[in-house]
Every structure is written in C-alpha cells, then in structure tokens.
C-alpha cells in the first residue's frame, strides 16, 4: 500500500522560506515521477513542481519558477520542496504525488500540508 506523508507546512511571512517533504513508502518508485500540488480557497487543485526517481528532469509551474525548487533523496524515499521568497498566493494546501510520468494520472496522494504566507 502506498503511503505519501508530507510534511513542513506553516505561517511564514512574505519573503520567507519553508521546506516541505514528502516520505513516500509501499513501493519502489523508480522510474516514477513525483509531483507538488497546490489547491488555494477557492481554487482548483493546480500543478507546482515535478521529479522523476531516477534523473535529474525537473519540472515547474511558471509562477515557482527561480523561487521554488523540487529535490529527493532516493536514500530515504523522501522528496522536498523547497520554497523561497514565499508571496501570500502561495498560501494554499500542498499535495504531493506519485504518478507513472509527468503529464499522466498521478495514482497516490498524500493528505496534504498547509502553508500560509501573511503580508
């Protein structure tokens, strides 16, 4: 059974930085892709950053882009997101997932992390 458990949300101020992991148990996940998710009040759940297990491809929304960056660490089957110069309309839930490729149904989703960010 695959598990995603994240991590490392909370109250920042404009300009700070969080970083979230993502521990991921159940399978071996090589050759699968990782992906950060956002889901505002309001707003539909939208894509923020994605890693393959086994490359170095990294994918990112255009508004993270310089700001945010996505790592893992195959050791411990954990990936992070690292998020500088945080801006309130990053406030929002952060998801992260596990899918077969990027662009494709992502199949598992852990519970999510709240981040907010205050002016």
């Known amino acids: 059974q695959v598990q995603l458990v994240e991590s490392g949300g909370g109250l920042v101020q404009a300009g700070g930085s969080l970083r979230l992991s993502c521990a991921a148990s159940?399978?071996?996940?090589?050759?699968?892709?990782m992906g950060w998710f956002r889901q505002a009040p309001g707003k539909e759940r939208e894509f923020v950053a994605a890693?393959?297990?086994?490359?170095?491809?990294?994918y990112y929304t255009d508004s993270v882009k310089g700001r945010f960056t996505i790592s893992r660490d195959n050791a411990k089957n954990t990936v992070y997101l690292q998020m500088n110069s945080l801006k309130p309309e990053d406030t929002a839930v952060y998801y992260c997932?596990?899918?077969?490729?990027?662009?494709?149904?992502?199949?598992?989703w852990g519970q999510g992390t709240q981040v907010t960010v205050s002016s």
């Open positions: 159940g399978r071996t996940f090589s050759g699968y892709v």
């Open positions: 890693i393959y297990w086994s490359s170095s491809w990294t």
């Open positions: 997932a596990v899918g077969r490729y990027h662009g494709g149904p992502y199949d598992y």
